[in-house]
T-cell receptor, first 114, second 114 residues
Framework: AQSVAQPEDQVNVAEGNPLTVKCTYS??????LFWYVQYPNRGLQFLLK??????LVKGSYGFEAEFNKSQTSFHLKKPSAIVSDSALYFC????????????FGSGTKLNVKP | DTAVSQTPKYLVTQMGNDKSIKCEQN?????MYWYKQDSKKFLKIMFS???????INETVPNRFSPKSPDKAHLNLHINSLELGDSAVYFC?????????????FGPGTRLTVT
């Protein structure tokens, strides 16, 4: 079965420091991986994706993610956090056998303190 | 123009009532979804339609009935509302074939059953 796991319910980081939000996946075959951000009272917004190619993918708002096949991870990173990055972040994987099905992680709340 | 729109944004109703939520996407996508986000922010797939055909029907009570009049619209009708139905419901859309593999989400409908 396809799945993703976000081991941290919450991540706290000081403004200006680098941030990492962790995601591990379990899929058969090559994964299609995504990160989404949800601000309070809003829908999910697409940040970035890994389909194929370079293991380091860059996305919106200065975020990037590193695909690591050996560790089955797709961690979200940003070199310098800002207060407005505070939000709920979801990792997701697309089912390659049922291409219209997505599996979402449980979400990680990122708190960036001034 | 809003890519994925939902109406209403808020819905407060009493137990036993019947209500509908509407969703429209103007992205030309062939697949639409309904998700339920509970109070712990966990995101659960409910239904998915591809070109007006139901392709995903997770374990959802029969009181929930989706309808897709065309591939740009997906509505959700809920009969005999219960307290446990209180949640935020998100509509989303995606394209089965590349180049855009990610989902796009609507702003959500916050349903409160009293």
């Amino acid at each position: 079965a396809q799945s993703v796991a976000q081991p941290e319910d919450q991540v706290n980081v000081a403004e200006g420091n680098p941030l990492t939000v962790k995601c591990t996946y379990s899929v058969s075959g090559n994964p299609y991986l995504f990160w989404y951000v949800q601000y309070p009272n809003r829908g999910l917004q697409f940040l970035l994706k890994y389909i194929t190619g370079d293991n380091l993918v860059k996305g919106s708002y200065g975020f990037e993610a590193e695909f690591n096949k050996s560790q089955t991870s797709f961690h979200l990173k940003k070199p310098s956090a800002i207060v407005s990055d505070s939000a709920l972040y979801f990792c997701a994987v697309r089912d390659i056998r049922n291409f219209n099905k997505f599996y979402f992680g449980s979400g990680t709340k990122l708190n960036v303190k001034p | 123009d809003t890519a994925v729109s939902q109406t209403p944004k808020y819905l407060v109703t009493q137990m036993g009532n019947d209500k509908s939520i509407k969703c429209e996407q103007n992205l030309g996508h062939d697949t639409m979804y309904w998700y339920k986000q509970d109070s712990k922010k966990f995101l659960k797939i409910m239904f998915s339609y591809n070109n007006k055909e139901l392709i995903i029907n997770e374990t959802v009570p029969n009181r929930f009935s989706p309808k897709s009049p065309d591939k740009a619209h997906l509505n959700l009708h809920i009969n005999s509302l219960e307290l446990g139905d209180s949640a935020v419901y998100f509509c989303a859309s995606s394209q089965t074939v590349s180049p855009s593999y990610e989902q796009y989400f609507g702003p959500g409908t916050r349903l409160t059953v009293t």
